[in-house]
């Protein structure tokens, strides 16, 4: 074969993802350079992708047996600005004491216990006003706390082995990166101010509407956990390393975690957010 000439070489690593359609194409153009693209489609909701408890909330139950059922129910708390700290309060006793709607609560911790959205939710706007701050603190911790970590591993690995799979995974995590910081930084600078406003708007304002909309935001938005996925794969199936066990663990510890979390933050943006945005414009252009 001649080297020199271009090889069209393909490999689809992965079809059909978990928590949408995920395709990783790797196309050699020239031997020994591999490109990777990385091609989404539609998100479903996929019950199985969340690895939860499925118990379904309800007022009476203690938040800390509900925490040993689902530890991933911390990372909402979190989200939500209360301690970790709950004593043996039920949770209704929890949101009286934070002024959180139990409605509210109860809809958000079903989804991270792996029950499905409810079809048709029904939020008050101070719900949504809250919904929009839990949305911005998941941000900060994406931005801050789990990329970061991730980035981290990925370097320590890089320093620890030569596969030059690992240089094209660090590029493609950095590129990736760069669009999430993006998408954050719309939504915190563009659309929830956007919502706020509207949340506060009174059907005499003059908000010019037409200049954006909660369905504009809707068509825009995309679902930034997909490409974990095809992290995840990479490093399962084609990264040629030896040992480095811990490490490795912890990188696929804090991909689960993080992929985990931008499942049900996207869950909320389009299952409560985008609805109630729609619904609250029709309601004031009626
Ligand atoms: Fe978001
Ligand atoms: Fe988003």
């Not at 991270?112 to 101070?126: E, I, S, V, W």
Request: hydrophobic residues 40%; proline residues 3%.
């Amino acid at each position: 074969m001649n080297t020199d000439s271009p090889d069209f070489t393909l490999k689809l690593i992965q079809l059909f993802g978990g928590a949408g359609y995920s395709t990783v194409i790797l196309i050699r153009i020239i031997p020994n350079n591999w490109v990777l693209f990385s091609i989404f489609v539609e998100k479903k909701y996929f019950p199985d992708m969340v690895h939860a408890s499925k118990i379904k909330v309800k007022s009476y139950m203690k938040m800390a047996d509900l925490i040993d059922a689902n530890p991933n129910l911390l990372l909402m708390l979190q989200h939500f600005n209360i301690d970790f700290r709950v004593s043996d309060q039920t949770v209704m006793q929890l949101c009286t004491g934070y002024s959180i709607s139990e409605n509210l609560f109860v809809g958000i911790a079903n989804l991270y216990n792996g029950l499905g959205p409810k079809a048709h939710p029904l939020f008050t706007r101070d719900d949504l006003v809250r919904v929009i701050e839990f949305l911005k603190q998941s941000h900060d911790y994406y931005r801050s706390d789990k990329y970061p970590q991730i980035s981290s591993y990925i370097r320590q690995l890089q320093e620890n082995h030569s596969a030059k799979e690992l240089k094209l995974l660090e590029k493609f995590f950095n590129d990736y990166f760069a669009e999430v910081l993006e998408h954050l930084d719309y939504e915190d600078n563009i659309a929830f101010p956007y919502f706020i406003h509207l949340l506060k708007e009174k059907k005499s304002d003059s908000f010019r509407r037409e200049l954006y909309s909660s369905i504009e935001y809707g068509e825009h938005h995309t679902d930034i956990e997909l490409k974990l996925k095809d992290l995840k794969q990479l490093l399962l199936k084609y990264v040629k390393i030896e040992n480095d066990l811990d490490l490795r663990r912890r990188l696929f510890f804090a991909l689960y975690e993080l992929e985990f979390d931008l499942y049900i933050h996207s869950l909320i943006e389009e299952t409560i957010l985008i609805p109630a945005g729609v619904s609250i414009e029709q309601e004031q252009d009626a």
